[in-house]
């Protein structure tokens, strides 16, 4: 049995390859947060509640803390393929060195990912605390949310048995959602507001939003729920209070039958 000896004082690495790194560090830190940031973001469009806006500034610094954790990553592969490569069988002379584990690179990695986590957790935590604030606004209009294979049903709780398919809702108003589902799990998605909830049988689960721009949004299905669970959406129209009443008594009048 022979130990493989290594001089001490040869170095595997050599001081340009460190330059090398830290300079692609920083330009790919740039690029990755800014080039990240940026498709995530538009990617989801416009906000259409104060929620979906910090969801978004969210997921802007969560790119950029995790930036430089994927260019430190990125530049030490680029410069081993483009410094340390080697043809031939037989490995090459430096691949003999020894890799020791080092106490102050371990706590160094160790503190880094702490210090990352937390600041994920702590950030995220205040961000959901937004998002079910306005379940607690006494002012708030409530709307039971029914999911079943493969349609989305809305009832207005404060109006004597209104249903509609599309959801319909005033602007600037909290309303609570009072979600469940007739059959199968499905998951009450609506996209642009930033909320999210799921939809289960026999159960009822709540969320909250206050819709603040005026529009035509994408309610969908984010849990798949069978076959044609793609097929699983609508629209919510956010209108004016004035606009919203005239539409609840016109639908009030047409489903005569239920009011
Ligand atoms: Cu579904």
């Known amino acids: ?13 050599k001081k340009t390859d460190v330059k090398r790194v830290f300079l692609l560090w920083i330009i790919l830190t740039a690029v990755i947060g800014y080039v990240g940031s940026e498709v ?4 989801m469009g416009a906000p259409a509640s104060e929620v979906m806006a910090s969801v978004i500034s969210l997921i802007r610094i969560f790119t950029w803390a995790a930036a430089p954790v994927a260019a430190l990553v990125a530049a030490l592969a680029i410069t ?11 490995p090459p002379p430096d691949a003999l060195h020894q890799v020791h584990t080092s106490p102050r690179v371990n706590g160094l990695w160790m503190a880094a990912s702490t210090v990352l986590c937390l600041f994920a957790l702590i950030v995220g935590l205040i961000v959901l605390q937004k998002d079910s604030a306005s379940l607690l606004d006494a002012k708030a209009m409530n709307v039971n949310v029914t999911g079943q294979q493969w349609v989305w049903n809305f009832d207005y709780v404060e109006s004597n048995g209104v249903r509609s398919a599309d959801l319909y ?4 108003k909290p309303v ?7 059959d199968v799990k499905h998951s009450f998605w609506v996209v642009q507001m930033g909320i999210k909830i799921d939809a289960n049988p026999g159960y009822v689960t709540e969320t909250a939003v206050t819709p603040n721009k005026i529009g035509v949004f ?11 669970h793609a097929y699983m959406q609508t629209k919510v129209h956010v209108v004016s209070q004035a606009d919203y009443e005239t539409w609840l008594k016109s639908t009030a009048v047409t489903q005569g039958a239920i009011s």
């Open 1 to 13: 049995m022979t130990d493989i000896q290594t001089p001490q004082s040869a170095k595997w690495w």
């Open 176 to 182: 609570v959602f009072h979600v469940s589902s007739k």
């Open 40 to 43: 995530q973001a538009r990617s």
């Open 218 to 228: 994408d309610v969908r299905c984010a849990e798949l729920c069978g076959l044609l």
């Open 169 to 172: 809702l005033p602007v600037n």
């Open 80 to 90: 081993a393929l483009m410094e340390k490569r080697h043809y031939g069988d037989n």
